[in-house]
């Protein structure tokens, strides 16, 4: 792996704190080559599920081989595992805790290491912050070419959440659930373009229904095609469906949860 290569930093830890430049800095006095970039910090704290899906949907944008650190840890400190997931294109490096289940169901191979080479930890350690003295420096040292069989050895059975996935109870109906609300009040569920496609259904089918809470969803192209303050739905740009209220907050506006109901039912 060349010295330029490109690390990633999701976690909970805010914009407030210094924790995520202190990572950095960690990453930098090892590898001063390598570039850090930032998916979000604002993963809500140790709400695992939630980085879960922003890891999923961030990491496709980078170039292949980039090293995507994730620090959503509320075991941090206990006898969970420190872990580095390799894929056929992409490496995950955080807690054994279930953050990288998307990962894993998503990626047609891929191996995961225990990592336990402390030699490349930093020498100096806390049991509260694996992200600065564990993940950040092993990043670091992957990033400058060390093979990651020298971290650790494979393990073949590691923690993986309960991830919701939609179910058709008849050809023409899917249900899902709303399991992401983003900084702007929209909710994503777990519904995808071709599921609805797959319905008979498209944009321009007014006899498709979308349902959540009872409540119909028209299905827009974009935000601004409506122009009132009611609850609609589109294919977001993750290819997954999505209700909205244009230029509102939808989750607090209509009181949306991760975890409601929803339905599409075609004609």
């Not at 930032?38 to 944008?61: C, M, W, Y």
């Not at 290491?113 to 992957?142: C, K, M």
């Not at 400058?144 to 959440?161: A, C, H, M, Q, R």
């Amino acid at each position: 792996m060349e010295q330029r290569a490109i690390i990633t930093l999701t976690s909970d830890f805010g914009y407030k704190d210094p924790f995520a430049g202190i990572m950095k800095g960690v990453i930098l006095s090892i590898n001063p080559l390598a570039t850090v970039v930032d998916i979000t910090h604002g993963i809500r704290p140790q709400n695992v599920l939630e980085a879960a899906f922003a890891i999923e949907t961030g990491f496709k944008s980078f170039p292949n081989k980039t090293i995507h650190i994730v620090v959503v840890d509320p075991g941090v400190g206990s006898n969970r595992r420190p872990i580095l997931v390799a894929t056929d294109y992409h490496y995950f490096i955080g807690p054994d805790n279930g953050v990288f289940s998307r990962i894993y169901s998503s990626s047609e191979s891929f191996s995961v290491i225990n990592i336990t080479a402390e030699h490349y930890f930093l020498p100096q350690r806390s049991s509260t912050f694996h992200g600065r003295d564990i993940f950040a420096p092993v990043a670091a040292w992957l990033s400058k070419g060390i093979s990651i069989s020298k971290f650790g050895d494979p393990i073949y059975k590691y923690t993986e959440l309960s991830i919701p996935v939609p179910v058709k109870p008849s050809p023409k109906v899917v249900e899902g659930e709303v399991i992401y609300i983003d900084h702007f009040g929209n909710a994503t569920t777990n519904i995808t373009a071709q599921m609805i496609d797959e319905l008979g259904a498209n944009n321009q089918n007014s006899n498709l229904k979308v349902l959540l809470k009872n409540r119909m969803a028209p299905l827009k192209k974009y935000y601004s095609e409506t122009g009132d303050k009611e609850l609609y739905s589109l294919i977001n740009s993750f290819g997954y469906l999505e209700f909205f209220v244009n230029s509102a907050h939808a989750s607090s506006v209509f009181d949306i949860k991760v975890g409601e109901k929803v339905a599409v039912m075609g004609a």
